[in-house]
């Protein structure tokens, strides 16, 4: 039930976002072109920023503690600023374009709606989850579980190409020889094709972030604490309960920061194919010219970055998951 909510909330966020997009280009183009591809880009701001404002009331629990309390507070700020800034950009640009006075009514005006709600479903999504219960050690995955996953990410990207595939020998036969169309359809295959595997990674990965999450007791703050001490090195202060669940974070984050590389690698191919038929018709200007190569650059930054904390998390667990032992055994003899 619940990966069906968030199946339904990604076709309505997506749904929103193009439904958004195409009312800026349809109503906005009496504007200078710096301030319609300005609208353009803020426009699925006003949409996914509500969505991200209610995943994350809906993930974390802001009463857990005090620092959680204060760092979502100020992530819940923050998100609220670039809402307004998003839609200051879109009320902008009406102006310029001289749209009808609906279109930024409406934009803006649901955005608001949205940014309404958002906590408030969030909040009551997390009270229907269950609570955390038995050992830590129950919710470490192991081998079996890890490659049925993998399975259902690779039959995801097989079933995918080979319906693309169909679709684009149907245009193919169709096209009368004018070769444009199947070759839009062989960009549109592939990001579509490397989109949905994405999405799948996404699917079959959170059961890990859950368990991830619960190594915590779900207090986002003590899950900072410990990516602070795991991943980064540092040297804070934790008690007895806080060290286990600190190498329980230990032994799992490898295998979320690993799903997350393959997330990415996928979604940023879906993205290239993207632009690269955008840039192929000529549409766009300089825009795939300029995101491709910071694509390139972020991929550059992140997996470099991600494979070390990998490592770090990796060698934690390497240096206390023996001296942990050790103690468990001095509790039993001395039981």
């Keep these: 039930m619940r990966v069906l909510l968030y199946l339904l909330m990604i076709l ?3 749904t929103l976002c193009l439904g958004a997009g195409l009312l800026v280009g349809l109503t906005f183009g009496g504007a200078p072109r710096g301030i319609l591809v300005a609208a353009a880009v803020a426009s699925p701001f006003l949409v996914v920023v509500p969505v991200v404002v209610g995943a994350f009331a809906a993930y974390w629990d802001p009463r857990s503690s005090t620092e959680a309390r204060r760092y979502l507070g100020w992530w819940f700020l923050g998100a609220a600023a670039v809402d307004v800034v998003a839609a200051a950009v879109v009320v902008t640009a009406a102006l310029a374009a001289q749209a009808p006075a609906w279109v930024p009514v409406l934009l803006v005006g649901g955005a608001a709606v949205l940014l309404a709600v958002a906590r408030p479903l969030g909040t009551l999504f997390r009270r229907t989850e269950p609570p955390v219960v038995g050992p830590a ?3 470490l995955p192991d081998a079996q579980v890890i490659r049925r996953k993998v399975r259902a990410i690779a039959v995801t990207f097989v079933v995918s190409a080979a319906v693309a595939t169909i679709g684009v020998a149907l245009l193919a036969v169709l096209d009368d020889g004018h070769g444009s169309v199947p070759t839009q359809a062989v960009f549109l295959a592939g990001q579509l094709t490397f989109t949905a595997t994405a999405l799948a990674t996404v699917i079959v990965s959170l059961p890990f972030s859950h368990a991830l999450r619960d190594t915590g007791g779900r207090d986002i703050g003590r899950l ?9 090195g540092k040297a804070l202060p934790l008690d007895d309960a806080d060290e286990r669940a600190a190498l329980q974070y230990a032994r799992l984050i490898p295998l979320v920061l690993q799903f997350q590389l393959v997330f990415t690698g996928l979604l940023y191919v879906a993205i290239a194919f993207q632009f690269v038929s955008s840039a192929v018709r000529g549409e766009l ?3 795939p010219a300029v995101t491709l190569p910071a694509l390139a650059v972020v991929l550059l ?4 970055l991600t494979v070390r904390r990998i490592r770090r998390a990796q060698a934690y667990v ?17 039981v």
């Excluded at 900072?224 to 980064?232: C, K, M, Q």
């Excluded at 390497?318 to 001395?334: I, K, L, N, P």
């Design 12 to 14: 309505i966020t997506t």
């Design 137 to 139: 050690d129950a919710v």
């Design 224 to 232: 900072r604490r410990f990516g602070r001490v795991v991943l980064r």
């Design 285 to 287: 200007g300089l825009l």
């Design 301 to 304: 930054v992140v997996v470099p």
């Design 318 to 334: 390497g240096s206390h998951d023996g001296a942990q032992r050790d103690v468990q055994s001095a509790e039993a003899r001395a």
